[in-house]
Structures are given as structure tokens and as C-alpha cells.
């Protein structure tokens, strides 16, 4: 990862839901929800369109901070395909 996009990356730690207009932020909870109910195909679809939708926004750093963490943790969790597209995924978005 190159240095200017790792800070990209690590400006989505200090970005808050307060930072999205109301649709971002609409979309945001819906992704975190689908997450949390194990719903990971339409989470990463969700954040995936925040991502490509507003690049450069606090919703596209939060999106791809947030896809960042769960494919590392599937990875983790040994759910190496899914992670592995979540990667093509996010170098395709330019991480």
C-alpha cells in the first residue's frame, strides 16, 4: 500500500458517522446492520457503493476502513475466498 494511501485508510479512523450527509449516513447503518446480522454480501455491497459512489468523502473512508477490517478478520477466521475478493475488491476501489 502506498504511503499516501495508508493515510487515506487511516483518515477513516477519525471519520464519524456525523461527518455523512443524511443518505451516507442512511446507507452507513444499513451496511453496519446487514454486518451485524451476519448479512456480509449485502454489507459489502453497501459499503462497496458508498466507496465508489463518493471517493474522497468521509463515507468512502469509513466504507473502505470498514471493508479493510472485515477482510482481514475473514481472513483471520479462515474465510480466505471471501476475503480474498474483498481484497480485488478494494485494490480495484484504489487501496
Known amino acids: 500500500?502506498?504511503?499516501?494511501?495508508q493515510a487515506e485508510l487511516e483518515k477513516g479512523l477519525t471519520a464519524t458517522?456525523?461527518?455523512l450527509t443524511p443518505y451516507q449516513a442512511a446507507q452507513w447503518r444499513m451496511a453496519r446492520?446487514?454486518?451485524?446480522?451476519?448479512?456480509?454480501?449485502?454489507?459489502?455491497?453497501?459499503?462497496?457503493q458508498l466507496a465508489e459512489r463518493w471517493p474522497r468523502t468521509p463515507a468512502a473512508r469509513l466504507a473502505l476502513g470498514r471493508m479493510m477490517a472485515l477482510a482481514t478478520d475473514l481472513e483471520r477466521r479462515g474465510a480466505e475466498r471471501l476475503a480474498l475478493d474483498l481484497y480485488?475488491?478494494?485494490e480495484e476501489l484504489g487501496l
Open 1 to 5: 500500500m502506498l504511503v499516501s494511501q
Open 17 to 19: 458517522e456525523a461527518d
Open 33 to 48: 446492520r446487514w454486518e451485524e446480522q451476519g448479512k456480509l454480501h449485502q454489507a459489502i455491497a453497501a459499503y462497496c
Open 88 to 90: 480485488r475488491k478494494l
